[in-house]
């Protein structure tokens, strides 16, 4: 029966790390283990002498079981990348975040002889830097295609006469684009003028629909979750051990209308991460509830940073859900929302923090931005490794 065992083990583990990935196999593999799991487990108490070969096979049954059904559900999900549920276990993302960042070319040999093609609609620095570099971390080709400098000017709507000055239409350059890459990064900001297309990621969408290759978001119409995965690695790394951190996300002024991906995002992992999440914003600044769920929102800004460990402060303009009149346009300037010292007096010393690039003494004053307590360039740098781990989960999963 041992010698059995010790086939059957050598088997999974060679079904493993063949990387062939079926997902119908990797589930009867799962419920196979689960099963001898158990059958394994009563010979503990037997007395046998056999004692701990048993503990030790029942483990290891128990483990490739849940290994098995993970890299299934892997499978299902990280075909695309735009919401936190897309990681599926935010715990486990973090672990290979901490793991990656000790060992960035640990995973080197998963992108080798494949292409990653990063679209940029809009302007970017970090986006641009840090994926690039998480892509060469995992072996991978980058291309970096600029739409508006040098490509022909693309049509995205559909059934328009293409007589103006937009050459050639999405839906012929996404799979061209495609042909010449095995996954896709795109960057395209909200239009804010039209809130069904933007909350229904009507660009994005367009390169899952017609690209056949796996997608992630570098900043689309409603979501940055590059961004939000990169902030939470940031709180992670500096929570206090054994205290629930409570996190303030508070709007700030801006003279332009900006988009609401970055403080979706933030809200929608906060929430699902370990963390007590307060939201401070004008009246009219009221985010979308896909995204902010039943998150506590508190309208005196003051009040909401009393005790906080986290300070995110970030600009957004109307969300369009209490005003949906006034969806995109700037509601409020006023100043006594721009992070001071005076907020920031009212903390448990809280760390401030700014996805960038930032208005200086428009959101954040100097004073509160160079202090030792702003995490803006570690959570900046730690974009390089939430990015590896989406690419890396991304290439498991396409075996
Ligand atoms: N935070 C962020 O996404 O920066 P970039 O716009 O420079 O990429």
């Known amino acids: 029966m041992q010698h059995f065992y010790i086939f059957i083990g050598c088997c999974s583990l060679l079904k493993l790390s063949s990387g062939s990935g079926e997902k119908a196999e990797n589930c009867l593999f799962a419920l196979f283990y689960a099963r001898l799991a158990p059958l394994a487990a009563p010979k503990l108490g037997g007395g046998s002498g056999e004692k701990a070969e048993n503990c030790l096979f029942a483990l290891f049954y128990a483990r490739l079981a849940l290994t098995l059904t993970h890299k299934t559900i892997t499978e299902k999900r990280m075909n695309t990348f735009l919401h936190a549920k897309d990681l599926t276990n935010i715990d486990l993302a973090l672990r290979e975040a901490a793991e990656i960042k000790q060992e960035r070319y640990k995973y080197e040999h998963l992108g080798r002889h494949r292409t990653a093609l990063l ?12 994926t690039q570099k998480a892509a060469r971390n995992l072996g991978l080709d980058v291309i970096v295609l600029d739409v508006n400098q040098g490509a022909w000017k693309l049509e995205t709507e559909h059934g328009v006469v293409m007589d103006g000055d937009k050459s050639e239409h999405l839906l012929e350059a996404i799979p061209v684009m495609a042909s010449f890459c095995d996954i896709i990064g795109v960057r395209t900001f909200a239009g ?61 002024p801006h003279p332009r209308a900006l988009p609401q991906a970055v403080p979706n995002s933030f809200a929608e992992w906060m929430l699902a991460a370990d963390v007590d999440l307060v939201v401070t914003h004008p009246e009219g600044y009221e985010l979308d509830p896909l995204f902010v769920g039943d998150a ?66 428009v959101i954040v004053s100097d004073e509160v931005i160079e202090s030792p307590r702003s995490l803006v360039i570690p959570e900046a740098a730690n974009r390089e490794i939430s990015a590896t781990v989406v690419l890396k989960r991304m290439l498991e999963a396409m075996g």
């Not at 679209?119 to 840090?130: A, C, P, Q």
């Not at 933007?198 to 689309?220: R, W």
């Open 296 to 361: 506590h929102v508190e309208y005196d800004q003051m009040r909401a940073f009393e005790d906080a460990d986290f300070v995110y402060a970030k600009n957004w303009s109307c969300p369009g859900v209490t005003r949906p009149d006034d969806y995109g346009k700037i509601l409020s300037t006023d100043p006594s929302w721009t992070v001071t010292a005076r907020q920031m007096a009212v903390t448990r010393d809280a760390h401030f923090m700014h996805c960038l690039p930032v208005r200086r003494n």
């Open 119 to 130: 679209v940029f609609f809009n302007n970017s620095l970090r986006t641009r830097l840090s």
């Open 192 to 252: 804010l003028t039209d809130r069904h297309a933007d909350y229904t990621e009507q660009i994005l969408n367009q390169f899952i629909l017609h690209s056949g290759k796996p997608v992630f978001s570098m900043e689309s119409a409603t979501a940055h979750p590059l961004q939000a995965f990169a902030d939470l690695i940031t709180i992670e790394e500096h929570r206090e051990k054994g205290r629930r951190p409570k996190v303030v996300l508070t709007w700030a």
